[in-house]
């Protein structure tokens, strides 16, 4: 069965980076889309961004360019979304999130997420 | 960007009533080469991560039960809730994925009257 499982909680000081990481499971890796979405407490969902396995190509979300890189390690398997110049409104859940879509096609919905990663950005 | 919003914010309905949650987005999300409507419907419980219910619109997920229905086209979207049960109380939230950012609504609290 797919499995996601993400890095745990971080407490970060403002001006510092976060590196989350997601490890992927029961399916080719390499065949999926991954996405990465967080959530503010209390706040909606906000997509960061997707990144494709196979390649490694990225497509950032224009509220985060510059500030966030997502990568990939084929060997094990493993997505990271690091986000840096952290400041207090950054405090989220940060999730990764499978594709439905195979990559030979376009993205579509998230069938799959992670369990979630706490960042805490506070002085 | 695509902006996604959602009506009501918050909506009460009775046990075994019809929940009905809008979608509309800044722009058509139909895609004409495949007439694809690029739009998704996801659940939400409180501690846990989203749960996708129905992708091109109106394609409910495996698993998904069949009280969750999705309509429209183009840039305005219902999901439909025939029989409210009380495990359906969540937040809801609509996505479209025709561009990026693959933007999502605001969300849409449902609770039992």
């Known amino acids: 069965q797919v499995q996601l499982v993400q890095s745990g909680a971080e407490v970060k000081k403002p001006g510092a980076s976060v590196k989350v990481s997601c490890k992927a499971s029961g399916y080719t890796f390499t065949s999926y889309y991954m996405h990465w979405v967080r959530q503010a407490p209390g706040q909606g969902l906000e997509w960061m961004g997707i990144?494709?396995?196979?390649?490694?190509?990225?497509s950032y979300a224009q509220k985060f360019q510059g500030r966030v890189t997502m990568t990939r390690d084929t060997s094990t398997s493993t997505v990271y979304m690091e986000l840096s110049s952290l400041r207090s409104e950054d405090t989220a859940v940060y999730y990764c999130?499978?594709?439905?879509?195979?990559?030979?096609?376009?993205?579509?919905?998230?069938?799959?997420w992670g369990q979630g990663t706490l960042v805490t950005v506070s002085s | 960007d695509i902006v996604m919003t959602q009506s009501p914010d918050s909506l009460a309905v009775s046990l075994g009533e019809r929940a009905t949650i809008n979608c509309k987005s800044s722009?058509?999300?139909?895609?004409?080469?495949?007439?694809?409507?690029?739009l998704a419907w996801y659940q939400q419980k409180p501690g846990q991560p989203p749960k996708l219910l129905i992708y091109?619109?109106?394609t409910r997920e495996s698993g998904v039960p069949d009280r969750f229905s999705g309509s429209g086209s183009g840039t305005d979207f219902t999901l439909t809730i025939s029989s409210l049960q009380a495990e359906d109380v969540a937040v809801y939230y609509c996505?479209?994925?025709?561009?990026?950012?693959?933007?999502f609504g605001q969300g849409t609290r449902l609770e039992i009257k």
């Open positions: 996505q479209q994925y025709y561009s990026t950012p693959f933007s």
């Open positions: 990144i494709n396995p196979s390649g490694g190509s990225t």
């Open positions: 999130a499978r594709d439905k879509s195979r990559i030979v096609v376009v993205p579509a919905a998230i069938g799959y």
């Open positions: 722009q058509s999300v139909l895609y004409s080469s495949n007439n694809k409507n690029y």
């Open positions: 091109w619109a109106s």
